[in-house]
């Protein structure tokens, strides 16, 4: 089996880390029997300037036909002031709402070594390991209609639409659930139910699809504002988070925030499994965006893009003990006090992202053989 990857390193910092994914790719071509072919194509901003679209027809073409794509990230202040169907972020979701990508894992992991890096307390968030389940295919980013208008005594009215149909509910609380079970079983899920019917319907399904196919596994349901203040009070409190597109936006930055490793976290969106072919789509990036400010000058953090490909070898690939030795060589590296400048700590050695990829191979390296 030959797995055919896409790799869409996009703007900014996107094709640096994106690099640093290949050399792993190859080390586990060479030493785990990884056999795969990547082709690689032009998104974002990149891809505005060579195709004068944020992703082309012809990208979408090799997404849809791929096993698995590797992403960068995109964006950036030279289109910061483009028309909304030309900014570098359409791409991304064009390829979320046609690939069917409706379930977003957002982990939120303190690494052991990175805890005195948050702005909250050690004790707070030592240990901490959340996932966010995102809903990423529905709800106000997508619904209509969502327009600008001029009404009659000429003021300007914006409508977006928040709207989930009850199927799109079933299918994101089945992945929390399932996933709860593969953890420490809890599950919160967060809407606004007090003021929104989107809430209500959210709610009543998440239940019903709990009390039907997951007795097993602890429900609680949460408003989504006590969440976001319950996730600085005390994160540990939770296990999975399953919640709509809007609310996953926001609350897995604040998760990712707590952990203090922002530049640190993977994530991986998801299809379903097709019944027949078992197949199921997988799209990958690291959750730090294309960080302009230092693009092109080797200073940023592989780290979140290479956990992104251990998130593809166990989603997509399968390939569990691959993805979990590639987490454990990414620790040892933090563990032996090599830091990259956004996660720099007083008595830890700066290195770029070169140098910290060469870490994690040499890390690899050291696994494999003993
Ligand atoms: C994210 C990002 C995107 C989103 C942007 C870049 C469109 O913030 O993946 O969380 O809002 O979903
Ligand atoms: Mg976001």
Not at 63 to 88: H, M, S
Not at 298 to 320: D, E
């Amino acid at each position: 089996m030959t797995y055919k990857l896409l790799l869409l390193p996009g703007d900014g910092i996107g094709p640096e880390v994106t690099a640093e994914v290949e050399r792993v790719l190859n080390w586990f071509q060479k030493h785990r029997g990884f056999a795969y072919t990547a082709e690689r194509a032009l998104v974002g901003g990149a891809a505005l300037e060579a195709e004068g679209a944020p992703v082309s027809k012809a990208t979408m073409q090799l997404a849809l036909d791929a096993d698995a794509i590797l992403f960068g990230a995109v964006g950036g202040p030279k289109w910061d002031a483009n028309p909304f169907d030309k900014k570098p972020e359409r791409a991304l979701l064009r390829l979320r709402k046609e690939l069917e990508l409706f379930a977003n894992l957002r982990p939120a992991i303190c690494f052991d070594a990175l805890k005195d890096a948050s702005t909250l307390r050690p004790e707070v968030v030592s240990g901490l390991d959340i996932l966010i389940v995102r809903e990423l295919t529905g709800g106000v980013y997508f619904g209509e209609p969502k327009e600008i208008t001029t009404l009659p005594n000429g003021e300007r009215r914006a409508v977006d639409t928040q709207v989930y149909t009850t199927s799109e509910i079933e299918r994101i609380a089945r992945v929390a659930f399932a996933l709860a079970r593969l953890r420490s079983n809890n599950v919160a899920s967060a809407e606004k139910s007090n003021v929104m019917v989107s809430g209500v319907l959210w709610r009543e399904v998440v239940q019903t699809i709990h009390d039907k196919e997951f007795p097993d596994v602890n429900l609680t349901h949460i408003l989504a504002d006590n969440c976001a203040m319950q996730l600085v009070r005390r994160p540990k409190q939770f296990d999975v988070i399953v919640t709509d597109n809007l609310f996953g936006d926001v609350l897995s930055d604040e998760a990712a925030q707590a952990t203090g490793s922002i530049g640190m976290l993977p994530s991986a969106s998801l299809g379903a499994k097709d019944p027949k072919t078992g197949k199921q789509r997988g799209f990958y990036e690291p959750i730090h965006g294309s960080a302009p400010d230092i693009a092109g000058k080797g200073l940023a953090n592989p780290l979140a893009s290479i956990l992104s490909f251990a998130m593809c070898l166990r989603y997509s690939f399968a390939r569990v003990e691959d993805a979990s030795l590639l987490e454990r060589a990414v620790e040892a590296v933090l563990n032996n006090g090599l830091r990259t400048g956004d996660i720099m700590q007083p008595g830890k050695t700066q290195v770029g992202t070169k140098a910290m990829g060469d870490a994690v191979l040499a890390s690899l390296d050291a696994m494999a053989k003993s």
